[in-house]
């Protein structure tokens, strides 16, 4: 209980030195009379100021990074392609048919022989 009021006066006495001994006697600029230093408040817009200005930034990277990624695509693409006969015959019948689906919005059923699968298919990437 002894050390709460040791702790409680030695706050009063900090509150009390610096309302008397700084604020008091002009030692602290405060424009707006609120007891907060002027000097803490303009530290504190500045913090906004830039605050804003990297959220801003962080936008324009964040856009720039999907145009990245979109570009890698296209060399990826690029890197592997049109899709040969031989290649088309590694894929099973499952992958051959999602394949189609996903590039070409072809449905093929899975009845159909593998041969005549990769025949489609491949006619579907090599069209003119």
Request: charged share 30%.
């Amino acid at each position: 209980m002894q050390t709460i009021w040791i702790i409680l006066a030695i706050l009063v006495i900090g509150a009390a030195i610096y309302y008397f001994g700084f604020y008091k006697q002009g030692k602290i600029n405060d424009r707006d009379g609120d007891y907060i230093p002027d000097e803490i408040e303009d530290a504190v817009e500045d913090v906004k100021k830039v605050a804003k200005t990297v959220k801003r930034r962080a936008k324009k990277v964040k856009a720039e990074l999907k145009d990245v990624a979109g570009e890698l695509q296209d060399v990826i693409q690029a890197i592997k392609g049109k899709p040969t006969k031989s290649k088309l015959n590694s894929l099973t019948k499952q992958q051959l048919i999602d394949a189609a689906k996903q590039d070409h919005g072809v449905d093929f059923d899975l009845t159909v022989k593998k041969s005549t699968l990769v025949n489609k298919v491949y006619s579907l990437y090599n069209k003119k």
